[in-house]
């Protein structure tokens, strides 16, 4: 007799089954993932009349999900498992959560996800370690985002036709190949279901955002499905400049035209037009602060000014042109005119104690500037496909593929970066400058272009359960082929006709004075005076990776189901090859091939073990790996590694309380990475020696950078748990305490700087050369670019601890039926951004802070329609203080002193915005 009932979440599935519903086998590849907080639910009866529908056992079973709880994943291999049984730690968002929240972009779901930080938008790093991707796990750099199990998702995913988001907290590569250390999120879209309904959903926010959605399911026959999905969105934010324009449709097919047979196809095709130039609001630098408010040019200069002026001349050996729409759209050469000079520091509207007169932004809504014709075009479509087949002896069968194409077109940069006041009250035509003493910003437009990336992934997967009256264990065979082409080409605006335009005198700067913000951009094709303009090649590759695999894994239950066991193997063949344009003087005149291949064997074991039916305990150990493709040399003798490799361990408690009204887990976790490849600017080495008249010596033949590595490790506790209460409450709550550690920091730049400090010093102490300060300036930077990595020291942007929680209430009785309430908190703990000067343990954080949001709804009929209208108010108190990532060093000028700390690039969290959502059920 077992102990457990048949509808209870963890009764063995031989009694939970339909008499005529074969066994869902579970069988991973290995263990490598995670745990959801959720229990496995119950498949509901089928309604009279009806046949049952026979699920694949591939597939995840998100139409079991309840409330905020999930069910089954396959992130811990290829086929569905019961989360709570699964060892490792993964953690999902079910579509009831996103409705909650009412998300539209899925980074804004991200942040509700244990030891999750979305990373600053545009990083400004001054570390050789930060880790710079798009959201961070645990504090480390994490593998990207995943659709439906498929990695190298290199495109934004969309929440309107989102089923589930699954957290992976750890190596992925039983699943995905390669990966790193701190893990990644897999998107399950919506499917087709065996019913039909149909929803239309109106949202719009006070900013002025704007979705419109369809999701339509229908049944053809009693054996096909056929879902659409469709959205326009567009997205604003306080930003005035800001906008995310999103037209896309996804149609998924589901056929079962006879027992244990099933193929699915999923089809997406999408526009997204986004403002991609616009200045972060924090990220916009003082380059006149240093001016003294009263020198003004009136004429050409013939000499660089006093430096008390704080103000420079342009000159170059050729000329220095801008293009402005504010000049009438002609060309100016501003040669031997004047710009102010700043400290660097971006601006805040906070105190910048130690840079005088030191300009401020007037208030959080400041946006920088944003051309009205530059942004990005993303053109996406993902193709998915699956063919599963289970036969009566327990045989189970899966062919599954994927292509995915991106076409980008746009900047690759953001523009503006700096702010600056015109002090010329002439232009270089000699005409009055209209915009005499008004602020601007300008930059160079060197990163315009074209990215293509086409992914191709096929996946084979078999398995055979062995059923004996003591366990049930059940083998796995996995082949996969991944491929992805990646092309991509930039290109510089500049004079065509001087030479190698590639040059500082010929590249042209773009101006958008801030009194007009929005004016185009425009691209003059000459300067009256013989000049010739326009786009030439500024960089370009051509890569092509090629991953197989090869998987065998098993899961066994034991001791009715109390006791899980898993484990797996995995062999893994990747093959990289990157050809690199050669340009000279602005033409493509060869290509640089850099082919490697590396190979890698990883395991992963685990286990759950369920003494009493309300408490179990687990264990997980994972390996994991990742390619090194390197765009730039290591310094003379440092050895090159061909993959990253980590390993993670991880234990702790697996709760199922009060009959799985309240489920979870609460771990300990240890992780250790090693041979991560970052880039270090070598200018500094470079100016050096030319100091010392030994550019011979120069190492790497002068090139901007270098590339080393480092390695670190991590440790921390996380509790995850989810809440069913009746059908009346949902909840959600995690809480996060991560540390990090990085060592055998920068090797290469180490050794390098041992080695040649001795002759560096002596040419110091010498003290005959032209220029030593200049020698003695470009030391003292290279020395604090390598103890910016010091060893010991926990990486850039690690929380000291994190948590967040989101309850909501449901009323089904009295005068508030129909009616819901509910809100939550996103608490984040200090975290580290930078040190000071030349003292890389003595720490800069950002402070911590609460963010909380509240939600309303309430479902009605008008007649037979079901209609819900909901409303939900982001940043409920108004945090308004800017939230930093990094910390910058003001430059000596005549209004600040070298080398002070400031907290740096930041943004804002979106002020106060109520979004209300209307959505009529058919």
């Known amino acids: 007799m077992h102990l457990l009932s048949p509808s209870h979440p963890f009764a063995p599935n031989n009694q939970r089954r339909s008499a005529s519903r074969p066994r869902r086998w579970f069988a991973p590849l290995g263990f490598a993932l995670g745990l959801t907080a959720a229990a496995r639910a119950d498949t509901p009866p089928p309604a009279a009349g009806t046949t049952p529908v026979v699920m694949s056992p591939f597939e995840v079973a998100v139409d079991q999900d309840k409330g905020y709880q999930a069910a089954d994943t396959v992130s811990a291999g290829d086929m569905a498992t019961t989360l709570l049984k699964t060892p490792a730690d993964i953690s999902v968002l079910t579509r009831q959560f996103l409705d909650d929240i009412s998300v539209n972009k899925l980074s804004d779901a991200y942040m509700w996800l244990p030891n999750?930080?979305?990373?600053?938008?545009?990083?400004?790093?001054?570390?050789?370690?930060?880790?710079?991707?798009?959201?961070?796990?645990?504090?480390?750099?994490?593998?990207?985002?995943?659709?439906?199990?498929?990695?190298?998702?290199?495109?934004?995913?969309?929440?309107?036709?989102?089923?589930?988001?699954?957290?992976?907290?750890?190596?992925?590569?039983?699943?995905?190949?390669?990966?790193?250390?701190?893990?990644?999120?897999?998107?399950?879209?919506?499917?087709?279901?065996?019913?039909?309904?149909?929803?239309?959903?109106?949202?719009?926010?006070?900013?002025?955002?704007?979705?419109?959605?369809?999701?339509?399911?229908?049944?053809?026959?009693?054996?096909?499905?056929?879902?659409?999905?469709?959205?326009?969105?567009?997205?604003?934010?306080?930003?005035?400049?800001?906008?995310?324009?999103?037209?896309?449709?996804?149609?998924?097919?589901?056929?079962?035209?006879?027992?244990?047979?099933?193929?699915?196809?999923?089809?997406?095709?999408?526009?997204?037009?986004?403002?991609?130039?616009?200045?972060?609001?924090?990220?916009?630098?003082?380059?006149?602060?240093?001016?003294?408010?009263?020198?003004?040019?009136?004429?050409?200069?013939?000499?660089?000014?006093?430096?008390?002026?704080g103000i420079s001349r342009q000159t170059t050996s050729n000329s220095i042109y801008v293009a402005s729409p504010?000049?009438?759209?002609?060309?100016?050469?501003?040669?031997?005119?004047?710009?102010?000079?700043?400290?660097?520091?971006?601006?805040?509207?906070?105190?910048?104690?130690?840079?005088?007169?030191?300009?401020?932004?007037?208030?959080?809504?400041?946006?920088?500037?944003?051309?009205?014709?530059?942004?990005?075009?993303?053109?996406?479509?993902?193709?998915?496909?699956?063919?599963?087949?289970?036969?009566?002896?327990?045989?189970?069968m899966e062919l599954s593929g994927q292509f995915t194409g991106i076409r980008r077109d746009g900047p690759f940069q953001p523009l503006f970066g700096d702010a600056r006041i015109d002090v010329n009250a002439i232009l270089a035509n000699g005409s009055p400058n209209p915009e005499f003493l008004q602020p601007f910003s300008d930059s160079t437009l060197q990163d315009y272009g074209h990215e293509e990336q086409d992914n191709v992934g096929l996946r084979f997967v078999t398995l055979y359960p062995i059923t004996t009256r003591w366990f049930t264990q059940t083998i796995a065979l996995v082949a996969q082929s991944a491929l992805s082409d990646y092309d991509r080409e930039t290109k510089i605006y500049g004079r065509l006709n001087n030479g190698n335009p590639d040059t500082t005198g010929n590249i042209v700067d773009f101006r958008e004075y801030w009194n007009d913000p929005s004016a185009p951009m425009i691209y003059p094709t000459t300067d009256g005076a013989g000049g010739v303009f326009g786009f030439f090649p500024g960089s370009g590759f051509q890569q092509r990776t090629l991953l197989d695999s090869l998987q065998l894994g098993s899961v066994g239950y034991y001791f009715d189901h109390r006791l899980t066991l898993m484990g797996g193997l995995r062999r893994d063949v990747y093959d990289f090859s990157q050809s690199t344009d050669v340009i000279t003087n602005g033409v493509i005149t060869g290509h640089t091939p850099n082919p490697y291949s590396t190979s890698r064997n990883t395991a992963s074991g685990g286990f759950t073990f369920f003494p009493v039916s309300w408490i179990g305990v687990y264990g997980d150990y994972s390996e994991g790996f990742n390619p090194n493709s390197i765009s730039n040399p290591f310094l003379p003798g440092q050895e090159y590694q061909p993959s990253e490799t980590s390993k993670v361990q991880s234990g702790g408690l697996r709760l199922n309380l009060f009959q799985g009204v309240l489920v979870g887990s609460i771990g300990y976790y240890k992780l250790q990475e090693n041979n991560r490849v970052t880039s270090v600017s070598q200018s500094n080495i470079n100016q050096i020696w030319t100091v010392l008249d030994l550019a011979q010596d120069e190492p790497n033949g002068g090139v901007g950078s270098f590339s080393d590595t480092y390695n670190y490790k991590g440790h921390g506790w996380e509790a995850d748990l989810t809440a069913n209460i009746s059908n009346h409450l949902r909840i959600i709550a995690n809480v996060a305490l991560p540390t990090t550690e990085t060592f055998n920091s920068d090797p290469g730049a180490r050794a390098y700087l041992a080695a040649n400090l001795p002759t560096w010093n002596a040419a110091i102490a010498a003290n005959v050369l032209p220029n030593l300060a200049t020698l003695e300036s470009n030391l003292l930077t290279f020395e604090n670019t390598v103890a910016a990595g010091g060893n010991g020291r926990p990486l850039n942007n690690t929380y000291k601890w994190q948590a967040n929680l989101f309850g909501e209430y449901l009323f089904d009785s009295g005068f508030l039926k129909g009616f819901r309430l509910g809100g939550g908190l996103n608490f984040f703990g200090d975290r580290l951004i930078g040190n000071y000067n030349g003292l890389p343990y003595d720490?800069?954080?950002?402070?911590?802070?609460?963010?909380?949001?509240?939600?309303?709804?309430?479902?009605?009929?008008?007649?037979?329609?079901?209609?819900?209208?909901?409303?939900?108010?982001?940043?409920?108190?108004?945090?308004?203080?800017?939230?930093?990532?990094?910390?910058?060093?003001?430059a000596a000028t005549a209004s600040s002193t070298s080398g002070v700390a400031y907290k740096n690039s930041y943004n804002y969290v979106q002020p106060t915005t109520l979004s209300v959502s209307l959505t009529l059920h058919f």
Not at 254 to 279: K, L
Not at 843 to 863: C, D, E, H, M, R
């Open 326 to 396: 504010a000049f009438g759209g002609t060309m100016q050469n501003i040669n031997n005119l004047a710009v102010t000079l700043g400290s660097g520091i971006t601006l805040a509207p906070i105190s910048r104690a130690g840079i005088a007169n030191f300009p401020s932004l007037p208030d959080r809504n400041f946006s920088g500037n944003q051309p009205s014709n530059f942004d990005i075009g993303n053109h996406y479509f993902n193709f998915q496909g699956v063919i599963d087949k289970t036969l009566s002896s327990g045989l189970a």
């Open 843 to 890: 720490y800069i954080y950002q402070n911590a802070y609460t963010i909380a949001s509240l939600t309303a709804g309430y479902s009605f009929k008008v007649g037979k329609l079901p209609v819900d209208l909901q409303a939900n108010i982001s940043n409920l108190f108004d945090y308004s203080q800017p939230i930093f990532y990094n910390v910058a060093y003001a």
């Open 116 to 309: 999750t930080m979305i990373a600053d938008p545009s990083p400004n790093s001054t570390s050789t370690t930060d880790t710079g991707s798009n959201y961070t796990i645990r504090g480390l750099p994490t593998s990207g985002n995943a659709r439906n199990y498929f990695g190298n998702i290199n495109t934004s995913l969309n929440a309107y036709n989102t089923e589930r988001v699954e957290q992976v907290r750890g190596p992925d590569t039983i699943l995905y190949g390669t990966s790193l250390a701190g893990g990644l999120i897999n998107i399950i879209t919506k499917r087709a279901e065996f019913r039909d309904f149909a929803d239309v959903t109106a949202r719009e926010d006070t900013y002025g955002t704007r979705v419109d959605a369809i999701d339509v399911n229908e049944m053809v026959g009693s054996d096909v499905a056929v879902r659409l999905n469709v959205v326009d969105q567009q997205l604003h934010t306080w930003i005035k400049s800001y906008y995310d324009n999103l037209d896309a449709a996804d149609l998924t097919v589901t056929a079962r035209p006879w027992e244990g047979f099933e193929m699915r196809f999923d089809g997406e095709m999408s526009y997204r037009n986004t403002a991609d130039a616009a200045a972060p609001e924090g990220n916009i630098a003082d380059d006149y602060s240093a001016w003294n408010r009263t020198t003004v040019v009136t004429a050409p200069l013939t000499a660089q000014e006093p430096a008390a002026t």
